[in-house]
């Protein structure tokens, strides 16, 4: 099972990037699939988690309205389009994975995912 992020990078404060995280070795639609992120001295947080067989998703509070996830099953890749980017939102992104599928929001808050990307980072300065 790998996960692969891409498309972090530097964005001006209200631009936008799109994150990427492409799944081999397995197919998602039995995963929930999250987005998280951290920064030096913090707690890694839950940005955004999908049980991929639905689509249902959760944000944090945070990023409501600024970031939607969607997913490509051609691709088997989920991706996190983050727009109005605010310094705030600098850390590196983390892509992960979880075979629980309920408790969507609960398991995204407490960061309780199986398997982790290698992270890709984001930095929003003018």
């Known amino acids: 099972l790998q996960l692969v992020e891409s498309g972090g990078g530097l964005a001006q404060p209200g631009g936008s990037l799109t994150l990427s995280c492409a799944a081999s070795g397995f197919t998602l639609d039995a995963y929930s699939i999250g987005w998280f992120r951290q920064t030096p001295g913090k707690e890694r947080e839950g940005v955004s988690c999908m049980r991929y067989s639905d689509g249902n998703t959760y944000y944090a509070d945070s990023v409501k309205g600024r970031f939607t996830m969607s997913r490509d099953n051609a691709k088997n890749t989920v991706y996190l389009q983050m727009n109005s980017l605010k310094p705030e939102d600098t850390a590196v992104y983390y892509c992960?994975?979880?075979?629980?599928?309920?408790?969507?929001?609960?398991?995204?808050?407490?960061?309780?995912?199986?398997?982790w990307g290698q992270g890709t980072q984001v930095t929003v300065s003018s």
């Open positions: 992960a994975a979880d075979r629980v599928i309920t408790s969507i929001q609960a398991r995204c808050k407490m960061v309780i995912y199986d398997d």
